[in-house]
């Protein structure tokens, strides 16, 4: 798959490099089978522009299914994945200024457990992102931006280690954490929503924790 979006992409990757606004919607079917989806498509953006990336929603790729392992892995800035589906482990590890949303299809069935989200993507999601956005509307796995160091992150609910060993970058949780959040945490900021036992689940060791400020909220 992401040898097909490389090639119908490379017209317009090479024209926005040379400095010609330009822009590309593309659309495929995405099964488990398929990984690393849009590295390589990344990797022609970072060596043309010499790792500068290009301007947001140069290419936008709308992938319908369920994405295998390290789907948006290293993606650089122009290069958005919006899943309609649901994601395997990996998903946007290393992102690098690109932008990974992931969402319900609409013929999903409804969320089966009340006001908690149902879980929409796997482990180690954003592991060492340095820049770029992640928008994920559902829950997911363990260890949640794991070494991000400058990606901006939102997510509704995470299970244990969330932002193990984050040195940078934002993080917002709008559900609950799981154990451990925090370990090892030695730069950037994470939002938590107040739900559950907080004390009881963030880890203290490196963390100072802080009711939110108005400009926070």
């Not at 946007?92 to 409804?110: C, E, M, Q, T, Y």
Request: charged share 20%; with cysteine; net charge negative.
């Amino acid at each position: 798959l992401d040898q097909r979006l490389l090639a119908d992409a490379a017209v317009t990757i090479d024209a926005a490099a040379g400095g010609t606004r330009s822009r590309l919607d593309l659309a495929y079917p995405i099964r488990n089978v398929d990984r690393t989806v849009g590295t390589l498509t990344g990797s022609r953006i970072t060596r043309l522009t010499q790792g500068r990336g290009l301007p947001v929603d140069t290419v936008r790729v709308t992938l319908t299914g369920s994405a295998g392992n390290s789907a948006g892995a290293f993606l650089p800035a122009g290069l958005t994945l919006d899943l309609v589906g649901d994601a395997n482990d990996f998903l946007a590890k290393g992102l690098s200024g690109g932008r990974v949303i992931v969402r319900p299809h609409p013929d999903a069935p409804p969320q089966l457990t009340g006001e908690t989200p149902d879980i929409i993507a796997g482990n180690v999601i954003g592991f060492g992102a340095t820049s770029g956005e992640i928008f994920i509307r559902g829950g997911v796995g363990e260890r949640f931006c794991v070494r991000n160091s400058g990606a901006t992150a939102v997510v509704e609910g995470v299970g244990n280690h969330g932002c193990e060993y984050m040195t940078g970058g934002r993080v917002v949780v709008l559900g609950e954490v799981g154990e451990n959040f925090g370990a090892g945490m030695s730069g950037g900021i994470a939002y938590l929503a107040p739900i559950g036992d907080l004390d009881r689940r963030i880890n203290p060791g490196l963390v100072d924790v802080e009711k939110l400020s108005d400009p926070d909220i």
